[in-house]
C-alpha cells in the first residue's frame, strides 16, 4: 500500500463518525477519489483548513485496489478560497461550480483539464467577484469536456449560419435551430448570449472578462449550459437552485 503524493482541489467533505471526514477531492493525475480523513474534525486536527471547499492542496494517501475509499494521510494548503467565501454569492458560485465538477466526472478519470478549468474559474471569481460570465465560461468548457455541447454557430437541422437573429433551443438540449426550423414549445436564444458563449469557447477567460460581456447574456447562456449539464446528470443543482432563489441564473 505505497503511499502517493498529488495536487488536488477539495470538491466536498461529510461528517464521518465522531471525528473523521470523508472527502472528495479531485487529484490531478488520478482524477475524482474519495478518502477518509482521520480526526479531521477534532479541535486540534493536523488537517487545519486545509479540507475546506475547493482547498487547492498538495495531498499525500494511501489507496488499496480492494477499497473503494483512499485513507488520507497529510495535506498541505497552496491556495485557499475561505476568503472568497465571505460574500454569500460568491460562496454560492464556487458550490455551484464544485458541485457540477462532482458530478460529472467519473471516479478515477484523469481530468487534467477539468482540474484547470476549475482552478481558473475559482481564482476569476476571488478576483471579479461573483460574475456571470465567469459562471458562463465554467459552464461551456465543462459541457464541451464533457462532449456534450452541440453547435453554436450553426443549425443542427439545416446547417444555416447563426447569429444575425435569436436561436431556439428546448431545455437540456445542446442543438440549436433557426427560426425556420425550431419547434413550437422551444424557447430562443439571443444573438447576444450566443455572441458570449462563442467568444468564451473561443479564447480565454481573461479575454472574455476584459469585453465587458453583457449581464443578461451571460446569464441566458449560462443557464443554456447548466440546463445541459442538468440533463445529463439527470438531477437539479442543489447550488444553482440557492442563486436562482437569490436572484440570478
Known amino acids: 500500500m505505497p503511499l502517493k503524493e498529488s495536487e488536488a482541489i477539495i470538491l466536498r467533505t461529510f461528517p464521518l463518525g465522531e471525528g473523521d471526514r470523508l472527502v472528495s477531492f479531485l487529484d490531478r493525475q488520478a482524477g475524482k477519489l474519495r478518502g477518509v480523513a482521520r480526526g479531521a474534525r477534532m479541535p486540534k486536527s493536523r488537517f487545519g483548513s486545509t479540507l475546506e471547499l475547493l482547498s487547492y492542496i498538495r495531498i499525500w494517501y494511501f489507496e ?17 478560497f475561505l476568503d472568497v467565501q465571505k460574500d454569500y454569492q460568491a460562496g ?8 457540477v465538477t462532482e458530478a460529472v466526472l467519473g471516479e478515477r478519470e ?6 484547470r478549468l476549475l482552478l481558473l474559474a475559482a481564482r476569476a471569481v476571488r478576483a471579479n467577484g461573483p ?3 465567469v459562471l458562463a465560461y465554467f459552464s461551456l468548457w465543462t459541457v464541451r469536456l464533457g462532449g456534450w455541447l452541440g453547435s453554436l454557430v450553426q443549425c ?5 449560419a447563426l447569429g444575425k437573429e435569436a436561436a431556439y433551443t428546448s431545455t437540456g438540449t445542446s442543438s440549436l435551430y433557426c427560426e425556420e426550423c425550431r419547434e413550437d414549445w422551444a424557447k430562443p436564444i439571443s444573438k447576444v448570449a450566443l455572441a ?17 460581456p453583457s449581464l443578461p ?25 440557492m442563486l436562482t432563489a437569490n436572484g440570478t441564473s
Not at 110 to 115: G, L, T
Not at 218 to 241: G, M, N, P, T, Y
Open 64 to 80: 488499496r485496489e480492494s477499497r473503494e475509499l483512499v485513507r488520507i494521510n497529510q495535506c498541505e494548503l497552496i491556495e485557499s
Open 92 to 99: 454560492v458560485y464556487l458550490a455551484l461550480m464544485s458541485e
Open 110 to 115: 484523469a481530468a487534467d483539464p477539468q482540474f
Open 131 to 133: 460574475s456571470p460570465a
Open 156 to 160: 443542427y437541422q439545416c446547417g444555416k
Open 196 to 212: 458570449i458563449g462563442r467568444s468564451a469557447l473561443s479564447g480565454t477567460l481573461e479575454r472574455l472578462l476584459k469585453t465587458n
Open 217 to 241: 447574456g451571460s446569464e441566458e447562456i449560462s443557464s443554456f449550459a447548466l440546463d445541459i449539464l442538468e440533463h445529463h446528470i439527470e438531477r437539479k443543482l442543489v447550488a444553482r437552485q
